[in-house]
């Protein structure tokens, strides 16, 4: 088939390397002139694991081309897949401004079959809006499906290719049967390819992602009682994960969600709440409770240090929102360093791939170091992102070359136990906080 994605971001350049890959003939287009000189020679602006790859293997077979010319890309398409960033508004709702442009700029060069899909996540009833737009300029019922998204970063050409369900809404049938087509050579495994209404499609990304969210702030919360109240919620987590009702998933306790997804998705759900006179009760409170959640390193370190870190030395490993991506949006990792900084504390900082990110936010207001380096005389090490590097570093090392050995544990990558044989002070999530700096004396593991 030949396709054009329009909005050349994380969505919109997977979904069109996905789609060129099992071999139709895919156009990205983009307004951003840059972006797109760029995307020709073979550069990706984004760091997403396979996708530089997956975009030149492409490119270089022929089926995978870019450009700014809507019209020529939109003229020969025979399903049009919209993936412009619908950004939070000032009010928490989704700012639609860039789709509308877009589906004006599309509707001179429709051709008569094609099918627009909106990938993006949009508020429910987009869908319908479109739908009525298009019939406006063109005169004519067009085709508007909605076929939502739910690519993690880090993995997302996996969860491309390897989907738990592909969701379509469609006011049509035969327009199910267009996607599935296109969709069958990632649906081998048996995984369902679900059709329903373009209302309940839009509506199946916000509350998947409504119920993500929640189970982070739930388990956030009963951590915090945890650490209250006396107990583990390591140990309260694989007490309550054997029932199948409520699994293991997502219940790992921690700084609190950022990203691109869950803090938008969960205001712009609640909005929409608020616009049919609903007041979502649950929402507010899960984004209160991570709102909360993203102080609960700087609670520890003001309970330990005081408030005023004048003199004091932080390390701070991890400032992507999580492993395997360069992305800082709503970075829980930002909240504290902008906390330790305002307190007169010096941060010395490592992430795998999100120092450029943080630098061109942050400037030189904080020092970039590789990751041993970072711990150089820090009186403390903060630990916001779960990345591979932090699992088992040299601990006698850190010893050596900490001022302090006390570490704040935000994602619980360490045993509480070794920690303390290891002679560390040790703070984490929903854990009683240990303090080895006595048995130091008494000899290391
Ligand atoms: C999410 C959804 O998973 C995806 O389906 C949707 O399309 C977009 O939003 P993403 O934002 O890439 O994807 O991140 P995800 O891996 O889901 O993690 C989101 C946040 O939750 C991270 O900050 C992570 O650290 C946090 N998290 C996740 C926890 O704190 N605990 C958990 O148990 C799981």
Not at 4 to 19: D, E, K, M, N, P
Not at 75 to 97: E, F, K
Not at 318 to 342: M, Y
Request: net charge negative; charged share 25%; aromatic share 8%.
């Amino acid at each position: 088939m030949k396709i054009a994605v329009i909005g050349s971001g994380y969505v919109g350049l997977v979904t069109g390397a996905c789609f060129a890959d099992s071999g139709n003939d895919v156009t990205c287009i983009d307004i951003d002139a840059k972006k797109i000189e760029a995307l020709k020679k073979g550069e990706v602006p984004i760091f997403e694991p396979g996708l530089a790859e997956l975009v030149e293997h492409n490119a270089e077979a022929g089926r995978l081309t870019f450009t700014t010319d809507t019209a020529a890309g939109v003229a020969p398409a025979d399903v049009i897949y919209l993936a412009v960033g619908t950004p939070q508004g000032d009010d928490g709702s989704a700012n639609l401004s860039a789709m509308w442009s877009v589906v004006k700029a599309i509707a001179p060069h429709l051709r008569e079959d094609a099918v627009v899909v909106t990938k993006s996540t949009v508020p429910v009833g987009t869908n319908a809006r479109i739908f009525a737009m298009l019939k406006e300029f063109t005169g004519r019922e067009c085709d508007v499906a909605s076929n939502p998204e739910f690519l993690k970063e880090g993995a997302a050409i996996e969860d491309f290719m390897k989907p738990d369900r592909v969701v379509v809404g469609v006011r049509r049938p035969e327009v199910a049967e267009i996607l599935q087509q296109l969709y069958s050579p990632f649906l081998r495994t048996e995984k369902p390819f679900i059709v329903m209404s373009p209302q309940s499609a839009e509506m199946t990304k916000y509350v998947a992602n409504a119920l993500l969210a929640t189970k982070i702030s739930f388990i956030n919360e009963m951590a915090n009682l945890c650490e209250r109240m006396g107990g583990d919620i390591n140990d309260v987590r694989r007490g309550i994960g054997h029932d199948s009702r409520i699994g293991f998933s997502f219940l790992f306790p921690g700084v609190g969600y950022g990203g691109s997804c869950f803090p938008k998705d969960v205001r712009a759900l609640t909005a929409m709440s608020g616009e049919h006179g609903c007041t979502p009760a649950m929402l507010l409170a899960v984004d209160e409770v991570n709102e909360r959640q993203k102080s609960v390193l700087s609670e520890k370190l003001a309970a330990h240090f005081g408030d005023d870190l004048a003199g004091k030395t932080i390390a701070v490993w991890g400032l992507a929102f999580k492993p395997r991506t360069d992305d800082i949006r709503e970075a829980p990792a930002l909240v504290l360093i902008r906390w330790l900084l305002e307190r007169g504390a010096k941060v010395r900082a490592h992430d795998p791939e999100a120092i450029d990110n943080v630098r061109a936010e942050l400037g030189d207001a904080i020092a970039y170091c590789r990751r041993m380096e970072a711990l150089e005389g820090a009186d403390a090490l903060c630990i916001l992102t779960e990345w591979k590097d932090y699992h088992s570093p040299d601990f006698a090392e850190m010893l050596h070359v900490m001022n302090q050995p006390v570490v704040f544990d935000g994602r619980n990558l360490y045993e509480s136990e070794r920690m303390r044989r290891r002679g560390f002070c040790y703070h984490s999530i929903g854990r009683p906080p240990v303090d080895g700096r006595k048995a130091k004396q008494g000899g290391r593991e």
